[in-house]
């Protein structure tokens, strides 16, 4: 019997594998088509795709990891307040079933951090105080958890800019944070080409304008 | 077995299967199209998305048993199985709204506060901002609808019952003690910080199968899950100081906190009568200790631990005693663990200790009293299907209580004590019998060991949803409670106290907007009454009170009509008569007012990053006893006004997020009479003289800095 179901085990890992397109070369693709996305309709597109990619594979944190992040610059990127909240649902809901697959990714609870800091956006008088106070403590918690990984330290940095000086913020409260994370992104590795490696870039940007003249 | 190969045979096959095409629109149940459904095959990375006129066009490859998955958040998710030769024919997919924001939820009495709960009516940050509660939990629930706060103990009264019928909850244990202890007339406050809850329910009447032991209310304070982050926290006050820290890690989380208080500076700056030989000071420490474990489980610890002292000289007023002096030390611990149990179980275990020891002088007697509870309880929650849920469990609690008066004059001491132990389980049904209509129904059995009866206490409520954001509610259910230990102690042969409670709720919520109206109706049975006693406190107790209460509560909150600035008005009225204590016939307690009105108002000041607020409350006169007058309790006090208001300036010390935060309660330091303490005999023309019974601070003034470091 135990062998019976190995087999089965084995044939149905072996059917998997051979009837569905590999997952990495799946997830590849679907990062390479989200890169060339250029409207909100693309974008929409590919959050569903790893939306679906995530529903197909109930192991796998990425996908979901990868629709919330898009699902999230949506509602970054929209003004209207219900879509906004619809986005950020969305992200949510890929994000909490994520973290049901693993609690100990630094990157998810970035994830997290950066849809608590939508949701300020979504009513900043309202949700200001409890929300901010969350996303910093998902910064700090994935800060812990992979004290390599830039993301955390770029996206706290950035809050800071955006946080007005009288509160302790600004450009001279945000500048070392920025620079800590622009010295990770230097040296940093993602595990291979489908794990998060984005930030880079805007990082610099932001460091650049932060810089006294 | 066979068939199992067979099927992987099959889906083996699923490459060599021909290209497949479904075509289709996705919309709701009145025909709009819904835009950026996600359509696919289960278990396939492949799919589309509908477009902006809920058009799709699907290409798949067809497999033997492929299921047409469409989804859309806010939305049920469709599922269809489909045939394994396809047809070409045109799907119009109708998918029905989650039951969410627009569900039917039951409402009568109860009002919920919290994170994730979308028709916030109070949020805790805005129980700790309102001005003259002073951080006090009962301090602010005395601003919604129905509930007074009694100014001379600082203990809630809801809809006419008094205060022992309120009970407090954490995490659904039993929290014994809830109120500070204080000397006669001086105001209590909540044991907890309302910084330590993330979300609070307060029930005003009709409440759940799950809350036993509670004539009138009952709140449940909710404890956070995993912190949220990590950091140090300072505060100074002109009444204080506190430290704490919080450590957030994946999987579990503890914070810890100790504080000291000492009212001295307070005395200093307030206008009073009080003539402290001590002035009151606590010293209090808290732990909290959170954890999750394996997949779904979640064990949550809590220790409170305060301990205060003070002595007061009370020469000047109508008291018998000259010289009080108080100890008190108070432990709380529980522990609470849920965990689910596949998809549709989930079971709930807890227990808790409370321990208050009461030490009080009374010039060279002394009297202790010593209540030791522990709550324990166990409870599972099954997800039938859709429309059904239900709740089952039980509870045992256990009470001992010691009370000693020790005579210096006789030199002779009088112990008495109480051990109960109360068994109670409970199952309720939740039905949800169309999109509109929500019944529950459940029911409560209730056994005590010290006064050896059992209770079987139904409930009935159901909610009816009118329009989208409107909907009635009503609610019923008897409710029973054991006498309180200063009575028990006498005697043990008492029943429960009883009550019927008749709910009727409307209310309307819009994202930003709440109005509420809620009638009710309330019987009370085999109260507690006893004669003055000469030698005892109180003589013949037996439980043949009775009495009603009835009254209409009015709330509205907005947070949108005006810029920065959210507000709400609550307007009780409550008629009540009772026979009960020493009252010779029914009359309306000396503790209801008929008429109260607050308004809360709280302003964000943008450009000074200053959050106002302006609290105002209006409490018409309550009765009281004047033996000069022939009729029992025909006298009444003047209305009570009080305005109070705050500010919170937001700012930053080292970089570190700072509030600096300045409190006056009765900005106007108007007089507060509560009641009247007569002279027990007249004088020689046979008339008692009175002393008011008022509030001992005409106004306080609380300034802190609270500094928190990452």
Known sequence: ?213 | MKKLLYLLIISAQINLSAQNIIKGRVEDHEGIPLTGANVYIQGSYEGTISDTAGFFVLDYKAGDSDILVVSYIGFETYKEKLAQNQDQIFRKIILHENARLEEVVITAGMFEAGEKSRAVLLNPIEIATTASSNGDVFGALSFFPGVQKQGESGEIIVRGGDASESKTYMDGMLVSSPYSSTMPDLPARGRFSPFMFNGVMFSTGGYSAEYGQALSSVLELKTPGLFDESLTSVGIMNVGASLGHTERNSRSAYSTEINYNNLYPYFLMAKHELDWIKVPQSLGANFYYRVKTGKTGFLKTDIVYNNSSSKLDYSNFESTINKIGLKNQNLFIKSNYSQELGDNWMIKAGIAGNVDSDKKELDLDKLSENLFTLHSRFGIAGFINKSLTFKTGGEVYMLSYKFKYSDFENNESYPMEVQDLLYSGYLEGDIKMTKNIALRVGGRAEHTTYTSESKVSPRVSMAYKTRDKSQFSFAWGKYYQQAQPEYLKYTSDLTFENAEHFILNYQIVSENRVFRAETYYKTYNNLITYDPGVYEEFENISNTGDGYAKGIDLFWKDSETFKNMNYWISYSFVDSKRKYKNYPYAVTPEFVARHNLSLVLKYWIETIQTQACLTYNYTSGRPYNNPNLPDYMSDKTKSIHDLSGNLSYITNIFGYFTVVHLSVSNIFGLDKIYSYRYSSVPDDQGIYHASPIKSMMQRSIILGVFISIK
């Open chain 1, 1 to 213: 019997m135990k062998t019976m179901s190995l087999i089965l085990a084995l044939a149905v890992t072996g059917t998997l594998a051979w009837s569905q397109p590999n997952f990495e070369a799946a997830m590849g693709s679907a990062l390479a088509d989200f890169g060339k996305a250029q409207s909100l309709e693309d974008m929409k597109t590919s959050a569903a795709r790893f939306e679906r990619i995530a529903a197909a594979e109930p192991e796998e944190w990425l996908p979901g990891y990868y629709s919330s992040m898009i699902y999230c610059l949506l509602a970054f990127k929209t003004m209207d307040v219900k879509e906004k909240q619809n986005y950020i649902d969305l992200a949510q809901k890929q994000i909490d079933a994520a973290l049901k697959i693993t609690d100990k990714e630094s990157e998810l609870h970035t994830m997290q951090g950066m849809i608590y800091q939508a949701v300020i956006g979504l009513d900043p008088m309202n949700n200001g105080a409890l929300y901010s106070g969350k996303a910093s403590g998902c910064f700090g918690l994935a800060r812990k958890l992979d004290p390599k990984n830039p993301r955390p330290v770029y996206l706290e940095g950035l809050s800071v800019l955006n946080t007005p000086e009288q509160f302790g913020g600004g450009k001279t409260a945000a500048l070392p944070l920025l620079e800590k994370a622009a010295g990770l992104f230097k040296n940093f590795e993602p595990k291979s080409e489908i794990y998060p490696n984005w930030g880079k870039e805007d990082c610099e940007k932001q460091l650049l304008a932060c810089k006294p003249e």
